[in-house]
Every structure is written in C-alpha cells, then in structure tokens.
Nanobody
Framework: QVGLVESGGGSVQDGGSLRLSCLAPGSIFTTNCMGWFRQAPGKERELVAALASGGSTLVKDPWKGRFTISRDKTKNTVYLQMDSLKPEDTGMYYC???????????????????WGQGTQVNVSS
C-alpha cells in the first residue's frame, strides 16, 4: 500500500486560487506516473492532471490553462496549482499513482492503482 497524503484543500470564491500538495513515500514519482483526480458530487472520479515519471505533464480539459501539475523531488511532493477557480471545480481531489512505468509514458486514467484520502475543494460563486 502506497501512502499518499493530500493537503491544501479549502473554500474559495469564484476566481480564487488554491495549491494542493501530495506527499509521496520516497521518490516514487521518478518511477511512477502521478495524477490528480476530481470527484464531483454524484459523479465519477475523473483525471484532472498527470505527471509522467520522466517529467512530462498533461492537464485535461476543462482545467487546461488554469491548473498546473508539478513536482519537487527534494520534498517528495507533487502539486496541483489551481487558478481561476470556478464553482464547477468543486469536489474531492485525490492524488494517485500507478505501478512503475517507462519515463516517457503518460499513463491512462485506468492505470492508477493507489490513492490518497482526498482533500475537499469548495468554490463558491
């Protein structure tokens, strides 16, 4: 069991910003894909952004241009910077990881196997 610990959620107004953090054991993001998922009320969990072990990133629509995924190897932490937040961004955000993958491979959402406990983000209008 991989221990992923998210933090940084909270309540903000429309247009605000938050930065989510995911503390990972060791430096698994140098061998595994890391992702941030959002689960809105009554909906399935969906991939928001992903980070391949080699460092390439992917941000899905409708978050592209507003959210950024990054990592700090010295802190064993992956971040999700969320700017220009909208009420429809509200939900529980989860950090997740895959088994080890080639550094150049961007993992698909169904490959994620280990999850953190989640952190709640509420955006009010």
């Amino acid at each position: 069991q991989v221990g992923l610990v998210e933090s940084g959620g909270g309540s903000v107004q429309d247009g605000g910003s938050l930065r989510l953090s995911c503390l990972a054991p060791g430096s698994i993001f140098t061998t595994n894909c890391m992702g941030w998922f959002r689960q809105a009320p009554g909906k399935e969990r969906e991939l928001v952004a992903a980070l391949a072990s080699g460092g390439s990133t992917l941000v899905k629509d409708p978050w592209k241009g507003r959210f950024t995924i990054s990592r700090d190897k010295t802190k064993n932490t992956v971040y999700l910077q969320m700017d220009s937040l909208k009420p429809e961004d509200t939900g529980m955000y989860y950090c997740a990881t895959t088994p080890a993958r080639h550094s150049g491979y961007m993992c698909r959402s169904q490959e994620y196997r280990a999850w953190g406990q989640g952190t709640q983000v509420n955006v009010s209008s």
